[in-house]
């Protein structure tokens, strides 16, 4: 019997498995991942009541992204966890609007930073030619090496293996590296990758927060959770 290549990515990833890459080859984007549950010992960060558990960027106050039907919606300001992470596994849901009027940078844009300091683009860069600030990239160092995004108004995933840089006498030895998988198809395989701009100010090699980008557009989020990796 043939299984499905969504299927298979679904149970690699909901199996609890190191790697996120896909069993298979799929060359197009797909719903594996798409509401799938956090495995034992991991963190919801977000489960669709409401945003206890993240503050603003800046830390003095609570978060104040409206939700609704299970959603949180970009606005007021840039939203970062209380807790912060090492090594992790993410899973995350993303809905970018429709916004035909928009160009570039304008149309649907958000940012997820991994421990705070690298920027996993949010975009709709749907059909394009991808470069290394469309959706999928880690902001102006990564290109993806596929367009899997998914056209707007529907729900996308990210599931993300972080490992933090490491350090020996307060300099960094080993760069931080990231796998992404984008709708069921690796975008990204274990790649080192540097600190971005506008991220939550935590060095290199130390644990941080996962920070949502408020770039002015309604991006929705749902379903997000963590499971923390043994360093």
Known sequence: ??????????????????????LSTADEPNDATLGA???????????GKDVAGWVKKDGKGPAE????????TVGHGDIKTTEQFG???????FNIPYMPKAHGQGRGNSGVYLAGAY??????????????NDCG??????????NACKPPLRWQTYDVLFHKAKLEGGKVVKKARVTVVQNGIEI?????????PGGAGVKEGEDGPLLLQ????????RNIWIKRLDS
């Open 1 to 22: 019997m043939t299984i499905p290549a969504s299927q298979t990515c679904l149970a690699l990833f909901t199996l609890g498995a190191l790697s996120l890459a896909p």
């Open 37 to 47: 549950k956090p495995p034992e010992g991991a963190v919801v960060l977000f489960g």
């Open 65 to 72: 992204w409206p939700v609704k039907d299970g959603v949180m």
């Open 87 to 93: 090594d992790f596994k993410l899973h995350l849901e």
């Open 119 to 132: 920027e996993l683009q949010v975009l709709d860069s749907y059909g394009l030619k991808i470069q290394n």
């Open 137 to 146: 990239a880690i902001y102006l160092q990564i290109v993806p090496s596929v």
């Open 188 to 196: 990204i395989k274990d790649r080192e990758i540097s600190p971005t």
């Open 214 to 221: 408020d770039h002015g557009n309604a991006v929705e989020y």
